[in-house]
Nanobody
């Protein structure tokens, strides 16, 4: 599966952005999907993950209550709605796909998008 992330940009603190990740192929619903991010000088970390059906989600503590992950299997797309953005949310955001069950670790995700930059100004 090939992934194409979009929707990043520059936003002021307190603002919102919605990231999208479009997947190619007809087996999108077989994959758990996730968003990771990597800030300059920091390791890549999971932001949110969603099961193939959308029935199970997971969020990093730092984004709980502010970010929402969702998916539309008919459109082969996963979304990340980001509200109340903070300067510490600044990072390159990556979408990733893992065949099978939802996972919290990057090594379980075999397919990665190219990343989209989110910059939150104070």
């Amino acid at each position: 599966v090939q992934l194409q992330a979009s929707g990043g940009g520059l936003v002021q603190a307190g603002g919102s952005l919605r990231l999208s990740c479009a997947a190619s192929g007809r087996t999108f619903r077989a994959f758990a999907m996730a968003w990771f991010r990597q800030a300059p000088g920091k390791e890549r970390e999971i932001v949110a993950a969603i099961s193939w059906s959308g029935g199970t989600t997971h969020y990093a503590d730092s984004v709980k209550g502010r970010f929402t992950i969702s998916r539309d299997n008919a459109k082969n797309t996963v979304y990340l709605q980001m509200n109340s953005l903070k300067p510490e949310d600044t990072a390159v955001y990556y979408c990733a796909a893992a065949r099978g069950s939802l996972s919290y670790t990057s090594r379980d995700y075999a397919y990665w998008g190219q990343g989209t930059l989110v910059t939150v100004s104070s």
